[in-house]
């Protein structure tokens, strides 16, 4: 294991669900991330916490809403998703934001919404 | 134009070959560049980083930075199947921000 752990692996959806996405890293980190990974397309960065508080929110669509209760812990709230929004959801952290190459990934969860 | 140019591949190469792996960049300013390894079902791993132009070695891997053209490069020597993986490069943006190439997706046949 990595040290950042993702919940749950795999998810289908449908477009009314709500349901939520976890990340849970046991590093000392201070910054966390989440990611969405869509095939031969660059990562797409969505949201970063820093020390529990919200620094970037990337003109992410309101469906997705995060929450970070404390420095080890990362939440992606879903709600009226659409098909497009399928994808590999990634959370990442780091020691703090801009640590290069200081970046650890979770598995990931698939997402699949129907 | 991307920031960050990366072809998705596949690249399907024998076992043992010499594997190059590519990505252009746009801005010059760019000065961190990383190399990451995804296997499948995984996330994203620091393979190696390099500042600035130059080489970099780590046993059967080199990153390689060529500045004036804004190119930079990982060679995988003696590949083996065990490679197999799609490899992500990546640059730091001036906020310090990881600004990502597409990824290539790396078979290594026995």
């Known amino acids: 294991e990595t040290g950042v752990t993702q919940t749950p692996r795999h998810l289908v959806m449908g477009m009314t669900n709500k349901k939520s996405l976890k990340c849970e890293q046991h590093?000392?980190?201070?910054?966390m991330y989440w990611y969405k990974q869509s095939a031969k397309k660059p990562l797409e960065l969505m949201f970063v916490?820093?020390?529990?508080?919200?620094?970037e929110n990337n003109s992410v669509p309101s469906r997705f809403s995060p929450e970070c209760p404390n420095s080890s812990h990362l939440f992606l709230h879903l709600h009226t998703l659409q098909p497009e929004d399928s994808a590999l959801y990634l959370c990442?952290?780091?020691?703090?934001?801009?640590?290069?190459?200081?970046?650890?990934f979770g598995s990931g969860t698939r997402l699949t919404v129907v | 134009q991307k920031e960050v140019e990366q072809d998705p591949g596949p690249l399907s190469v024998p076992e043992g070959a010499i594997v190059s792996l590519n990505c252009t960049y746009s801005?010059?300013?760019?000065?961190?560049f990383m190399w990451y390894r995804q296997y499948s079902r995984k996330g994203p791993e620091l393979l190696m980083y390099?500042?600035s132009s130059g080489n970099k070695e780590d046993g059967r891997f080199t990153a390689q930075v060529d500045k004036s053209s804004k190119y930079i490069s990982l060679f995988i020597r003696d590949s083996q199947p065990s490679d197999s993986a799609t490899y992500l490069c990546?640059?730091?943006?001036?906020?310090?921000?990881?600004?990502w190439g597409a990824g290539t997706k790396l078979i290594i046949k026995p």
């Open positions: 990442a952290s780091s020691t703090r934001t801009g640590a290069f190459g200081g970046y650890t």
């Open positions: 590093l000392g980190h201070n910054a």
């Open positions: 916490y820093n020390f529990k508080e919200q620094t």
């Open positions: 801005n010059s300013a760019f000065q961190y």
């Open positions: 390099t500042y």
């Open positions: 990546a640059t730091l943006d001036s906020n310090y921000q990881l600004i």
